[in-house]
């Protein structure tokens, strides 16, 4: 790259991060709630001062209804214990959050029973979350370029069709190396 193209992409990167701090508050309280959402990577958890910052994970059950079936204090509970567990993997290991969060979904008390189900419930729900909603955006396009002024009149079952013969054309239809 050259000089004026970096200095560009620099200049694109600085004025975008100023347009997203214009336009959201980053001091609402919602938003520092859910910044404690790094307990779901396993580095936060097996760095004891990282984990000392976050004593509570109780809202994030508040945060999110549907996702934990079972009282907050539970939730807290587990919290505390998990946080003064001794692992198996080591703090400078590079542990994957689904192999950690399987590791510690498997945790059994002395009755053989889940030492952490509540929390585990949590994780794996906030775990499967989709990030983005660039696939809607993506459908929502591509209805768009089907659905034109000519043919704004396709039901919902010839629209379907047509969406998953696209999908299954973009599939199956590799370009051919020659």
């Keep these: 790259m050259e000089r004026y193209e970096i200095i560009t992409c620099l200049q694109f990167y600085i004025e975008s991060l100023r ?15 859910m910044k404690s959402l790094h307990f779901l990577n396993p580095a936060t958890i097996l760095n004891n001062s990282l984990k000392a910052k976050l004593p509570s994970i109780a809202h994030l059950g508040q945060m999110f209804p549907g996702l934990c079936s079972q009282d907050m204090t539970e939730l807290d509970r587990e919290w505390r214990l998990l946080r003064n567990m001794n692992f198996p993997f080591k703090e400078e290991e590079a542990v994957p959050p689904d192999v950690f969060w399987r590791y510690v979904s498997n945790v059994k008390n002395g009755n053989s029973t889940h ?5 585990t419930e949590l994780t794996q729900n906030l775990l499967v979350l989709p990030h983005s909603s660039a696939n ?3 459908l929502f396009s591509e209805i768009n370029l089907i659905k034109t002024n000519n043919r704004n009149k396709l039901n919902t079952e010839t629209l379907k069709g047509l969406l998953h013969t696209k999908s299954g054309l973009k599939e199956n239809l590799e370009p051919s190396d020659t």
């Design 19 to 33: 347009q997203l701090h214009n336009r959201f508050s980053f001091e609402d309280e919602e938003l520092q709630k």
């Design 115 to 119: 030492m952490f189900p509540i929390l």
């Design 136 to 138: 809607v955006e993506c």
